[in-house]
């Protein structure tokens, strides 16, 4: 007979032990790993965080306010407003930095930069703006992020579990097509000219559109269109990337709109980026050295007496980072001391009864309140601006609530849609944002298309993706 081998159980016991030992051991190195270099990035963030800030400062105070004085761009600072601002600053972006969630990360860093670091940098060096709109904006931030920070994923909805994209993306075609034909009918086609930038104002002067056609063409142009865009890149499909190219400039040779030509390099940029997963950190090093390189001109020109960087500037500096930030202080400046508007001036307004008691738009009167009565220009506002402008404070944390519950919804999708869409969604929303209300923004700056497009696009399962 043969003898069977005992087993020892205690040594069998220390064998697993010294296993599970191992497996612990493997996978607190991993967990270490992956938080050091959680804190490399952090860090990296943080320092380009605080460089931004400086570069700002800078190109305020030497560029921006000495050629666009007259628009109210002026450098008075004080040493306790500037250091007022740093605080500000650094409480409201480190907790930015806190997010983990990926995509509503990408938003509060792309708002932070795009809209609420410039209006820090405006209280820096001017007197008149006010510390508690300020700091209100600063807790609309911290809201956002608390809600941005929450673990529980939103269920990503699909209207039609993805099966009539190709149908979708055939009649969005046609229906681009359609829609271009009857504006070219009932305007003029400018062709080259309209990029002549002296003319398109001449052009947008005789501009028509056939009823309902506003909201059609503003789908078109900032979501269908950059929709399209994405797929084909995405799908590296060829025809798409022409077709969607092409019609955005035709789009513009007809309405003479810059913001048209913008939105597709715009959301080139994002695509790119985000797909080496750089977004974040390439956008604060891409407007670092916007901002050098424009102060560098500048300072340049001004013993020169050249103007040649005099459009660059103007576009970065004064219209896209420092105008925006100040019609919002105007807007707080005007509305602290007259009614709010309670929504009255839209169909929120006209559903509750509410009487407007304001003869022409908010922008128009907070323009002619800072201009001497003027009422050529309407000044746009992001929704900070405007949120306040309908209900006050309370109305800046209700809208700042459903934008980051918005971004949040979206950023349900990422097992679903690639990131690079989503990216490029919450990218767009935060670029709009800035001079848009949210609930226009909503409804005809392209948000609620996007997110439309979300939902037909969306397939049945996490296998089934674009």
Request: proline share 2%.
């Amino acid at each position: 007979m043969s003898e069977t081998k005992k087993t020892n159980p205690i040594s069998e016991r220390v064998k697993e032990c010294k296993h599970h030992l191992k497996k612990v051991y493997r996978e607190g190195l991993c967990v270490l790993e992956a938080t050091n270099k959680k804190c490399s990035q952090r860090k990296g963030l943080l320092a380009l965080g605080f460089l931004y800030k400086i570069v700002l400062d800078i190109y305020f105070m030497f560029v921006v306010s000495h050629y666009w004085q007259v628009d109210g761009l002026v450098c008075r600072p004080s040493a306790d407003r500037f250091l007022v601002s740093w605080i500000v600053y650094i409480i409201g972006y480190w907790s930015i930095l806190k997010v983990v969630n990926y995509i509503v990360s990408v938003f509060l860093h792309l708002q932070w930069v795009l809209i609420i670091a410039p209006m820090i940098v405006l209280f820096g060096m001017q007197q008149e703006h006010s510390f508690i709109y300020l700091i209100v904006v600063l807790m609309v931030l911290i809201l956002q992020v608390q809600v941005g920070k929450k673990n529980h994923r939103m269920r990503a909805i699909s209207l039609a579990e993805g099966r009539i994209r190709p149908y979708c993306t055939i009649t969005c075609c046609i229906l681009i097509a359609a829609i271009w034909i009857i504006m070219v009918v009932w305007n003029n086609f400018e062709g080259l000219k309209a990029f002549n930038i002296t003319y398109i104002y001449e052009m947008r002067s005789h501009l028509v559109f056939p009823p309902m056609f506003g909201y059609l063409v503003s789908w078109i142009t900032r979501a269908i269109l950059p929709w399209i865009f994405v797929l084909g890149l995405f799908k590296k499909n060829v025809f798409l990337i022409l077709y969607s190219c092409i019609f955005q400039a035709l789009y513009y040779m007809v309405l003479g709109y810059k913001s048209i030509l913008l939105i597709m390099g715009i959301v080139f940029i994002i695509y790119l980026l985000s797909t080496y997963r750089i977004l974040i950190v390439g956008t604060y090093i891409g407007l670092i050295s916007g901002i050098v390189l424009g102060t560098i001109c500048g300072f340049v020109e001004k013993f020169s007496g050249a103007t040649a960087s005099l459009l660059f500037n103007g576009i970065l500096g004064e219209r896209t980072l420092f105008i925006p930030a100040l019609i919002k202080f105007q807007f707080y400046d005007f509305f602290s001391h007259f009614p709010k508007i309670h929504f009255a001036d839209g169909m929120i307004g006209k559903l509750f009864s509410e009487a407007n008691l304001y003869k022409y738009g908010s922008g128009i009167i907070v323009y002619a309140y800072n201009n001497g009565g003027s009422l050529a220009v309407e000044s746009n506002t992001g929704y900070l601006g405007d949120s306040y402008a309908q209900l006050g404070f309370v109305g800046m944390m209700l809208i700042g609530a459903m934008v980051i519950l918005l971004v949040r919804f979206i950023s349900g999708y990422c097992k679903h849609v690639p990131e690079q869409f989503l990216c490029c969604v919450v990218g767009c929303i935060a670029v709009v944002l800035n001079d848009s209300a949210f609930f226009t923004a909503l409804m005809t700056g392209g948000i609620g298309i996007w997110i439309m497009m979300l939902l037909l696009y969306t397939g049945r399962n996490e296998n089934d993706k674009l």
